[in-house]
């Protein structure tokens, strides 16, 4: 048996610059941190010789037959995306389960795509990179899969922490924040993430913004202009302890990423934001694309609680947390070896290189 996890995103600032269409020509950046929310992988040896992929999330199953070929179609898509890329089509069981829903805006796929490539990377007896699984895994979504989403998620779940992620036409740098543990705290204890109780699809709406994004619209491209130079701000605040000002900053973020695409909010997370800002909130937005899934509230000193109770009544359920700096990481291996393709490596990294224009994302690390 083989346990894997890896971990959910919350993202401050940035999001939408994480997309191709956006910083391939004007260069993007992220402030996010992960929290200890998790996505769990387990691996078993099966002794049928098949392979069966069960999720607890999606409450469906699927059973691949040994010399039949291993589609990416479907149910379950993503995790037999990622078997396949290892060249792994039989003896193995696989469950999946993950501590926060899925469609919610934290993240949670990538974190899937990510605690599933550790833990059969691993199986395989393979040793790679946080950089390498942070790569291979934006491969195997935006390319092999399709999804029109940005690349912030992948990297945020295999480096883990609080970083300060960049995206250019050359590359992508990760550069954890060094920020002092009573800041962070400060941080930390202000902050609050509310379930709207509501999903939402976001592939549509980042379709939608990377649409206007590649014709040029004014209105979507100033939006994220502004998000990336606030995303600067905000980095800078962080760093010289200012965490209310940090903060207040999310507001202004969000009237601007309410421009990006149709859907982002709607007149219930509207009325929540408004309830929160008359009780205390400095500033929040939706988390990830938008349209639903949790709220994230930073609240000034004192003021968590009254604006956790109003909300509550208003029909939205708290979901504590801390932050986490582990990233995705395998837990527990007794041994397990699958086989695999031993092209599998070669084939891989030239594939990752056709992310960046066929060339090596410059990745670092403190």
């Not at 800041?183 to 379930?195: D, I, Q, T, Y």
């Not at 009237?255 to 009780?279: L, M, T, W």
């Not at 929040?284 to 604006?307: H, N, P, Q, S, T």
Request: charged letters at 20%.
């Amino acid at each position: 048996m083989l346990i894997a996890r890896a971990p959910v995103r919350i993202s401050f600032f940035g999001g939408g610059t994480d997309l191709a269409a956006y910083y391939e020509r004007y260069g993007g950046a992220v402030l996010s941190t992960t929290i200890d929310k998790y996505v769990y992988v387990h691996l078993n040896t099966n002794a049928r010789d098949a392979l069966q992929i069960t999720s607890s999330d999606y409450r469906t199953f699927y059973r691949h037959t040994p010399g039949e070929p291993l589609l990416w179609d479907g149910d379950l898509s993503l995790p037999r995306a990622v078997l396949q890329q290892f060249g792994v089509e039989h003896g193995v069981s696989i469950f999946l389960a993950s501590e926060a829903p899925p469609g919610t805006g934290l993240g949670s796929s990538s974190a899937v795509t990510v605690a599933l490539i550790k833990g059969i990377s691993a199986a395989c007896g393979l040793n790679l990179s946080k950089a390498q699984v942070a790569e291979l895994a934006c491969y195997i979504e935006i390319e092999k899969l399709g999804k029109p989403i940005g690349m912030q998620d992948q990297y945020a779940a295999a480096f883990g922490g609080l970083n300060w992620i960049t995206f250019s036409a050359s590359g992508i740098t990760v550069q954890p924040m060094d920020i002092p543990w009573h800041v962070l705290s400060r941080l930390e204890s202000n902050l609050l993430l509310m379930f709207t109780g509501a999903t939402h699809d976001s592939a549509h709406i980042l379709a939608q913004q990377t649409k206007a994004t590649k014709s040029s619209k004014g209105v979507v491209v100033e939006a994220l202009q502004a998000v990336h130079e606030l995303a600067l701000q905000a980095r800078a605040h962080l760093q010289r302890g200012e965490v209310d000002r940090f903060g207040a900053l999310l507001d202004v973020a969000w009237q601007h990423k309410k421009k990006f695409a149709p859907g982002v909010s709607n007149e219930y997370i509207d009325y929540c934001y408004a309830v929160a800002r008359n009780n205390g909130a400095l500033g929040g937005k939706i988390a990830g694309a938008g349209g639903g899934g949790f709220l994230l509230l930073y609240c000034e000193e004192g003021a968590l609680d009254r604006v956790d109770r109003a909300l509550t009544r208003e029909g939205l359920r708290r979901m504590d947390f801390r932050f986490e700096s582990d990233g995705g990481r395998v837990l527990f291996n007794a041994g397990l070896r699958l086989k695999h393709n031993p092209q599998w490596q070669a084939r891989s990294l030239q594939k990752m290189r056709s992310l960046n224009g066929h060339r090596e994302p410059a990745v670092t690390s403190a």
